[in-house]
């Protein structure tokens, strides 16, 4: 290292020892190219030190005392401000181009955390989420739907039920899902046009069949709910809501308390309805062969709407008149 042009031609008067009982001796203090020159009043060159060993010894009674021993038996006592300033400031910026292993280890340890926790914060959730959903047992998750359907119901009151009514039903299930299953219930819950449980069962709105000629609106919504599920399980929804804490307790006990399924049966009663792809919806209108404008004008769906849609002409109805009046009629009890 050159030492720093502006102290080049700067010197200074110090009292410097060899050993720590040796007599102390007025020096001449410079700089060299990568040391400090301690030269006697002739200017004859005694000492050099090395710019990156020189280590701060303490205060004197005028000045600073500097040492380039570990025992700090070779001192050099320094009064002269400008001097003192110099020393520092070139150490300075030796220390500055000197490598630093401690801090690349700090800088290192520090970039590991922030990435682990970046991993805790937004992965971790979401796949111990993902994990708690897919390991529930068929009946474990039949149980769920059955306790949040008890809740909901507390707000809409009961499922609707005629024995021709449900015979329709069975019908319109056959239609949407290929079998009938007993999945599909009708209920009065406001303005939630429809929602599914965990263990399959969807629930459809009365409103639905209102003032509809066919079936075809609430048998598309049948099929969102259905999308819906080939997206995404309803559990997974469910531990989501009850967040990582909550989650980490079920897998451990494999329970979950009522207060948080019932928070999430509100929140599905009262929540906006989620929109999965295009794609899968209309496969599955593909499938039921079941005219998706309907469906697609009434949910604001225009990604569905197709320039011909041809089951809209040519379709086999989903209920003939007499189930279609029957199912219409099956909340009247």
């Not at 009982?21 to 203090?29: F, G, I, K, L, P």
């Not at 150490?91 to 922030?114: Q, T």
Request: aromatic share 6%; glycine share 6%; hydrophobic share 40%.
């Amino acid at each position: 290292m050159t030492a720093i042009k502006e102290f080049e031609r700067l010197e200074s008067l110090g009292l410097w020892r060899d050993l720590k009982d040796s007599q102390r001796r007025e020096v001449v203090v410079s700089f060299g190219e990568s040391t400090l020159v301690l030269s006697d009043i002739n200017n004859r060159p005694i000492t050099h030190w090395s710019l990156a060993a020189i280590e701060d010894a303490g205060n004197s009674e005028n000045g600073i005392i500097f040492t380039v021993d570990d025992l700090g038996e070779e001192t050099l006592e320094i009064d002269d401000q400008i001097m003192i300033s110099a020393i520092y400031k070139i150490k300075a910026s030796i220390e500055a181009r000197r490598p630093h292993p401690g801090r690349l280890r700090l800088f290192l340890g520090a970039s590991i955390l922030i990435s682990f926790l970046g991993v805790s914060i937004f992965w971790l959730p979401n796949a111990l989420t993902q994990y708690a959903s897919n390991i529930v047992p068929d009946s474990k998750a039949v149980e769920i739907g059955e306790v949040i359907l008890k809740s909901i119901q507390k707000t809409t009151g009961s499922t609707c039920s005629t024995p021709l009514g449900e015979r329709a039903l069975r019908r319109l299930e056959n239609r949407v899902i290929g079998s009938p299953s007993n999945r599909i219930q009708i209920i009065e819950m406001g303005n939630r046009p429809s929602l599914h449980l965990p263990g399959g069962n969807i629930l459809l709105n009365y409103r639905l069949t209102l003032n509809e000629p066919n079936a075809n609106l609430i048998a598309g919504y049948a099929i969102l709910e259905r999308a819906i599920e080939d997206e995404k399980s309803p559990l997974f929804d469910l531990f989501k809501s009850m967040g990582l804490k909550k989650t980490l307790k079920f897998l451990g006990t494999g329970d979950i308390d009522n207060s948080d399924l019932e928070y999430f049966a509100n929140k599905q009663l009262f929540g906006s309805l989620s929109a999965p792809k295009a794609d899968t919806i209309s496969e599955l209108f593909n499938v039921a062969e079941i005219p998706r404008t309907r469906f697609a004008n009434h949910a604001n769906r225009s990604d569905l709407l197709i320039a011909n849609d041809l089951m809209a002409e040519e379709y086999l109805p989903i209920l003939d008149e007499v189930d279609w009046l029957n199912l219409q009629e099956i909340c009247e009890n």
